[in-house]
């Protein structure tokens, strides 16, 4: 939810911009009809008419360039400050920015040509990064195990920590990072009970050790919904929120995802 607040107030400022574009390049379409109709003038009348609608053509046209340019700087200041906040999670830019075309999902219609390309960007990339796990899986928490290479608990043996080991209270409301659809809910071996969750193509998380589980395979998440509760099943020492962020298959630091939607929160 947080994420969305971050993310909707630079949203609405660019629609109400495009919302504009949108008006001012009707009235420049609308006007470009002039030309036929100068062709046979009939009474001073209807010049004067043509003259006041060629003026204003000129004032729409100059209107639509310093609107073009306010958009340009709107959206490369949010690309920029999005680039800015995920740049420690290592998820490629330009493929977040490479999603369907804004028109697709709703909001104002304009033609794709008729935008500057910074704006379309910023607004493949605002949606792409509400998909993105950048919520704590806990509302309170302390990370007893960062994720990397650390010495295994169980055998004393160098190992890697392909997530973060949070401590919260037993039974304490284990909440989805993002939205998305369930993949896995049940046992998986030292994990205990699992739930996955899709975010988006190759960008699952996992929330391992539960102690159970509220959701079922298929079902699709909001964002800070409980998933389950925290325990200790599979290969636990205590209870335990054992939590993975996965991109490609390849585990990924979630406190860096973490610290991203942080960033994004603050840029309210
Ligand atoms: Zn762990």
């Known amino acids: 939810m947080a994420l969305r607040k971050a993310t909707g107030r630079g949203g609405r400022l660019v629609t109400a911009l495009m919302a504009g574009w949108g008006v001012v390049a009707t009235l420049g379409w609308l006007g470009s009809g002039a030309s036929e109709a100068e062709a046979s003038p009939s009474c001073a009348g209807l010049r004067r008419e043509l003259d006041d609608v060629r003026s204003a053509l000129t004032r729409s046209e100059a209107l639509l360039k310093t609107l073009g340019q306010k958009l340009r700087r709107v959206a490369s200041g949010h690309i920029r400050a999005v680039e800015t906040a995920l740049a420690g999670t290592g998820l490629d830019i330009d493929r977040l920015a490479g999603g369907t075309a804004p028109g697709a999902a709703g909001g104002p219609f304009i033609a794709d040509g008729s935008l500057p390309s910074e704006v379309l960007r910023w607004e493949r990339l605002r949606r792409s990064v509400r998909s993105l796990p950048v919520a704590a899986p806990l509302a309170d928490y302390e990370i007893a195990s960062g994720f990397g290479h650390r010495i295994d608990p169980f055998n004393r043996r160098r190992a890697l920590h392909s997530g973060i080991d949070l401590m919260a209270p037993l039974k304490a409301p284990v909440l989805a990072t993002a939205p998305g659809r369930v993949v896995y809910a049940g046992r998986n071996g030292g994990y205990g009970r699992m739930v996955e969750i899709e975010h988006a193509p190759g960008i699952r998380t996992r929330y391992a050790h539960l102690a159970t589980i509220r959701v079922r395979v298929g079902q699709r998440i909001a964002v800070g919904k409980p998933i389950g509760t925290l325990g200790s099943s599979g290969r636990s020492t205590a209870p335990h929120l054992h ?3 996965v991109v ?9 995802f973490m610290a991203a939607g942080r960033m994004l929160v603050r840029r309210r």
């Not at 390849?250 to 406190?255: A, F, N, S, T, Y």
């Open 243 to 245: 939590y993975e962020v």
């Open 248 to 256: 490609d298959g390849l585990p990924r630091d979630p406190e860096r």
